[in-house]
């Protein structure tokens, strides 16, 4: 028993310091306002960045957990076509992401969507671990 603990503090102390940081990802909050009876963000294509996602794939499927219309606009804001408070589609955007970028075994957001066949598998580039996910939206 002494051996195991004694070659187990011997790994410990040979792994890499950043191993037990636990760094958190934050998703941005949006930013916008109500324009009549429009929802404008105008920090979309930075959240949809920061997830290293598509900007399609997201909006679609906020857009559907809202039950609104909507679209990208060339400047790269999203209309909304309704009136929405900010902690809704934050709270959508954080629905997507545990469904479609935090690794359900590690909890880390290094992740990629890969397609095989009419599968779609997320597969983490931290842990290595690959899952099946719902087809996209």
Not at 96 to 121: M, Q, R
């Amino acid at each position: 028993m002494e051996d195991y603990k004694a070659l187990l503090e011997k790994a410990r102390k040979e792994l890499p310091e950043h191993v037990f940081q636990k760094e958190r990802f934050e998703i941005p909050k949006v930013k916008g306002h109500i324009q009549g009876n429009r929802t404008v963000i105008s920090n979309f294509l930075q959240i949809v960045g920061d997830l290293r996602r598509d900007a399609d794939h997201m909006l679609k499927f906020v857009l559907r957990e809202l039950a609104t219309p909507g679209e990208i606009k060339k400047s790269g804001s999203v209309i909304i076509g309704s009136k929405v408070p900010a902690s809704r589609v934050n709270e959508k955007i954080k629905q997507y992401a545990n469904i479609y970028v935090f690794c359900s075994e590690c909890s880390k957001p290094d992740t990629k969507i890969e397609k095989e066949g009419n599968l779609n598998f997320m597969k983490c580039l931290a842990c290595g671990s690959r899952h099946p996910i719902k087809s996209k939206v």
